[in-house]
């Protein structure tokens, strides 16, 4: 007769009490000391590249200035002129044929 009665299980609670107390959830601390840690070495290296870069920066500007560049005198430009002046008219006859 009780073909779809479930043995075993157990019907839940309706009522619950009110005052009952719950775990309170801990923030994953050791995740946040190793991300200070990485940001922490992070910045290490940055402040150790931006020394370098800027002593690298000072020895670029003290070779150049000791390598100054040599001054180059202007190479004239000769322009020839023209042999034959421009036919204006005979230009203006082939452009009205067209």
Known sequence: MAKNKQKGKKQQNVFRVANKQTKQKN?????????????????????????IFTEVQRDVRSVSKCTAPVPRKPTPVVREAPKESANVDGATQLFSQL
């Open 27 to 51: 923030k994953a601390k050791p995740v946040t000391s190793t991300l200070k840690h990485i940001n922490k070495v992070k910045n290490e290296k940055v402040e150790n590249l931006n020394k």
